[in-house]
């Protein structure tokens, strides 16, 4: 089993920036994938972005492309999802995912095993 316990979400204002983190627990995460994940209230949850725990290589989605940033710190069994320059459209409850043996390719929730709780995102315009 891996833990995941997200934290860093709130509000901002349009424009502004927000670093989630997300500490991991439980497994040894070489032959994982981590991912971030995103759900507005009536919507599907969708991909924001996943990062190779090993390689560090990352792949993220069209709509966050040049504003955020996926990282791993592997000493301290965590990621991060940098966000800068939000948008209203950016508000959700953003999630953290984990995959064994994934690829950062895999973009449907259904992909990934383990999830954290969520933390929202408000962004006033």
């Known amino acids: 089993q891996v833990q995941l316990v997200e934290s860093g979400g709130g509000l901002v204002q349009a424009g502004g920036s927000l670093r989630l983190s997300c500490a991991a627990s439980?497994?040894?995460?070489?032959?994982?994938?981590m991912a971030w994940f995103r759900q507005a209230p009536g919507k599907e949850r969708d991909f924001v972005a996943a990062i190779n725990w090993s390689t560090g290589n990352t792949n993220s989605a069209e709509s966050v492309k040049g504003r955020f940033t996926m990282s791993r710190d592997t000493a301290k069994n965590t990621v991060y999802l940098q966000m800068n320059s939000l948008k209203p459209e950016d508000a959700a409850v953003y999630y953290c995912a984990a995959r064994q043996y994934g690829r950062i390719w895999n973009r449907r929730a259904n992909d990934y095993e383990y999830w954290g709780q969520g933390t929202q995102i408000t962004v006033s315009s």
């Open positions: 439980g497994r040894t995460l070489n032959n994982y994938v």
